[in-house]
């Protein structure tokens, strides 16, 4: 049994290794990719996402040009942390084909609804593109087996205090995904901070002889980070690891809480997770209709996504987790 997904990427250094491993695992038929302005401008995440599926070997797979920025605000890339190129200044070779003709939001309403079993839509990047599409045609949602996001967070943020910066970037896109009617599943900063590959692996295979290798180790070498200060620095796998949660989901504690974007003051794009045991006032008042029912990943076995993961992209390698 496979399970039927289209990504959604804003391709990105962690957008190339989650479609390399989506391209590479048996279990997960990917149905197409659509792109988006997030990590990069639009031009160049299509142009990332079609040479990484040429390295990945999944030529066949099409791809999509969609919003070239949020619903409101202007495009802020992510160049500090991706490279004026997306890729953190990875060469790889020119793609041998161009994006498919029809745009994103038409393109996945088509795959969507054309696939005989319900789809998982997987976000890896600002959500503007299916937030057009599920105004545009809510009727995908009858075919949509869930939508995985990664974005968000239960406790701090990176684009502000308090916001992650893919719902930063379009605040509103991903407040109108929240209210969809569709399956929810939040792969946030509390577990993407915990996932990534010890150094000195991220080091041996970018000096491999073998281009994948070489390609996989540079971009993991690219987001080394020590996200607490106390664990060992790591090669970050990114929105992969939200893609490896599809194939591994028992490796990540969740939980389905309310959850809610807030779109005004310091605190827009900011998904606020409710914790709580016990209703506070707000709730006893009837103040908490505008949350969503969302499956929040809280906890996670990292080292146990990092060799899916690897295991994966690099079969045999036997490389350290």
């Known amino acids: 049994m496979t399970t039927p997904i289209?990504?959604?990427?804003?391709?990105?250094?962690?957008?190339?290794?989650?479609?390399?491993?989506?391209?590479?695992?048996?279990?997960?038929?990917l149905l197409g990719v659509s792109c988006v302005a997030g990590n990069a401008s639009l031009d160049r995440v299509v142009d990332n996402t079609l040479?990484?599926?040429?390295?990945?070997?999944?030529h066949h797979v099409p791809v999509a040009a969609g919003a070239r920025r949020p619903l409101i605000e202007p495009a802020r890339d992510a160049g500090h942390v991706h490279g004026a190129d997306g890729l953190g200044g990875v060469q790889l070779p020119p793609a041998q084909r161009t994006a498919e003709p029809e745009g994103a939001?038409?393109?996945?309403?088509?795959?969507?609804?054309?696939h005989p079993e319900p789809v998982a839509l997987v976000a890896l990047a600002p959500q503007t593109n299916l937030a057009l599409l599920l105004r545009t045609h809510p009727e995908v949602a009858d075919n949509l087996e869930r939508i995985v996001f990664m974005g968000g967070s239960a406790?701090?943020?990176?684009?502000?205090?308090?916001?992650?910066?893919?719902?930063?970037?379009?605040?509103?896109?991903?407040?109108?995904?929240l209210d969809a009617g569709v399956p929810l599943y939040m792969y946030g900063l509390d577990v993407f901070n915990r996932v990534g590959v010890p150094?000195?692996?991220?080091?041996?295979?970018?000096?491999?002889?073998?281009?994948?290798?070489?390609v996989v180790g540079r971009l993991l070498d690219h987001r080394i980070?020590?996200?607490?200060?106390?664990?060992?620095?790591?090669?970050?796998?990114?929105?992969a690891?939200?893609?490896?949660?599809?194939?591994?989901?028992?490796?990540?504690?969740?939980?389905?809480?309310?959850?809610?974007?807030?779109?005004v003051g310091y605190g827009r794009g900011q998904t606020v997770v409710d914790r709580r045991e016990i209703p506070g006032e707000d709730l006893m008042h009837g103040l908490g209709a505008q949350w969503a029912a969302v499956d929040v990943a809280l906890d996670v076995d990292a080292a146990r996504l990092v060799?899916?993961?690897?295991?994966?992209?690099?079969?045999?390698?036997?490389?350290?987790?």
Do not use: M
């Open 307 to 321: 060799r899916l993961f690897l295991e994966t992209v690099l079969p045999g390698g036997g490389w350290q987790t």
């Open 155 to 177: 406790s701090v943020g990176n684009a502000t205090a308090l916001a992650e910066f893919n719902v930063w970037h379009d605040p509103e896109a991903a407040a109108i995904v």
């Open 241 to 263: 690891g939200a893609v490896c949660s599809l194939v591994d989901p028992d490796a990540l504690r969740v939980e389905r809480l309310p959850v809610r974007v807030e779109l």
């Open 199 to 214: 150094e000195a692996t991220a080091a041996a295979l970018a000096a491999s002889a073998t281009l994948r290798e070489t």
């Open 105 to 114: 939001v038409e393109f996945l309403r088509r795959r969507i609804l054309e």
């Open 51 to 58: 040479r990484v599926l040429a390295l990945a070997g999944a």
């Open 225 to 239: 980070a020590s996200p607490d200060g106390e664990h060992p620095y790591l090669g970050w796998i990114g929105d």
């Open 6 to 29: 289209l990504l959604d990427v804003d391709t990105g250094v962690d957008d190339a290794l989650a479609l390399l491993f989506a391209a590479a695992h048996p279990e997960l038929e």
